[in-house]
């Protein structure tokens, strides 16, 4: 993968070094209101927080922010991109990228429909942080939640550490590998933008609905790699790298055994999925709620 001559994205945010300030005022808040519904009422509610938790991926960081876990006003201190330059160059380079692919998707509208035509690619912020960050809408999170896209302020975030995670934690090196993070993350913006949130298979589970939701992202994350081969100069060798970040982030090898619970799809249809994405070239054929049997997606 080759980024030398790849325009820069000015939609790029450092805000710097979250010491994670407030969070704790936000723990202690629920903790008192807990201590005051008694035994029964207590537990209950420690249930509903889980099952929240679990079951809606996209409460993960505002509720991680009410729990005090990385939420609540973020102070920052210092420059991300003065410790970590060349991730923050690279990921202005892939934004850049995904940006001109998906400028001529749109006008073209090489998309899925689900309510009316979306207009011109509206350009997402991709805000860099280390700790913890605060967002407008979703709460705040920690670096431990990992790279997340909130719909509310339309602003992908990533914690630069998060590549050094990937390779040498979940094995998954390489250039492409994290560059297919932050277009997965991208997908997310355009299923914002084109209504797929609001989608829902008749019968199906929150948890099968994200799934579907994930593996639409995948999906799309694989057209942009198709659609910058030429500009990138992605390879076989990339390809892998890619295959190997989507399947060590399945639901499976991150230790989940029973799917019911799954809320990202297994190893193998993330691969599968983004490899549709990737060798198609078509956004349309990332339309994963258009297969009404869960079991073959």
Do not use: K
């Not at 431990?144 to 995670?165: E, H, K």
């Not at 929150?206 to 790699?225: F, I, P």
């Amino acid at each position: 993968m080759r980024i030398g001559d790849q325009r820069r994205s000015d939609n790029f945010q450092d805000r710097g070094r979250g010491s994670g300030g407030g969070g704790g005022g936000g723990g202690g808040m629920l903790f008192a209101v807990l201590s005051r519904l008694g035994l029964r009422g207590a537990l209950l509610a420690v249930v509903v927080l889980g099952a929240v938790y679990f079951f809606m991926p996209g409460m993960r960081a505002p509720l991680m922010g009410m729990l005090g876990l990385g939420g609540g006003e973020v102070q920052a201190s210092g420059s991300v991109c003065e410790t970590a330059a060349e991730a923050c160059d690279f990921s202005r380079a892939v934004l850049g990228s995904t940006e001109d692919v998906w400028s001529r998707q749109f006008a073209e509208g090489r998309l899925p429909r689900y309510a009316s035509a979306p207009g011109a690619y509206e350009e997402p912020t991709l805000v860099v942080f280390t700790g913890a960050v605060s967002t407008e809408g979703c709460g705040g999170a920690s670096s431990d939640v990992g790279p997340f896209y909130c719909p509310a302020d339309r602003r992908l975030y990533i914690d630069p550490g998060f590549y050094q995670t990937m390779e040498t934690r979940l094995n998954a090196p390489g250039d492409f590998a994290q560059a297919y993070v932050i277009a997965h993350e991208v997908g997310h913006h355009i299923q914002n933008l084109i209504g797929a949130t609001q989608m829902q298979v008749q019968g199906e589970n929150q948890n099968q609905t994200s799934v579907r939701m994930e593996l639409q992202a995948d999906c799309l994350a694989g057209v942009w790699g198709h659609t910058a081969q030429a500009s990138l100069a992605i390879d076989e060798a990339d390809l892998r790298e890619a295959l190997a970040a989507a399947h060590a982030i399945g639901d499976d090898a991150l230790g989940q055994s029973n799917e019911r619970n799954f809320t990202h799809g297994s190893s193998a249809q993330r691969m599968r999925w983004f490899r549709r994405g990737f060798d198609s070239g078509d956004a349309r054929q990332c339309d994963t709620f258009a297969v009404q049997n869960y079991g073959q997606l």
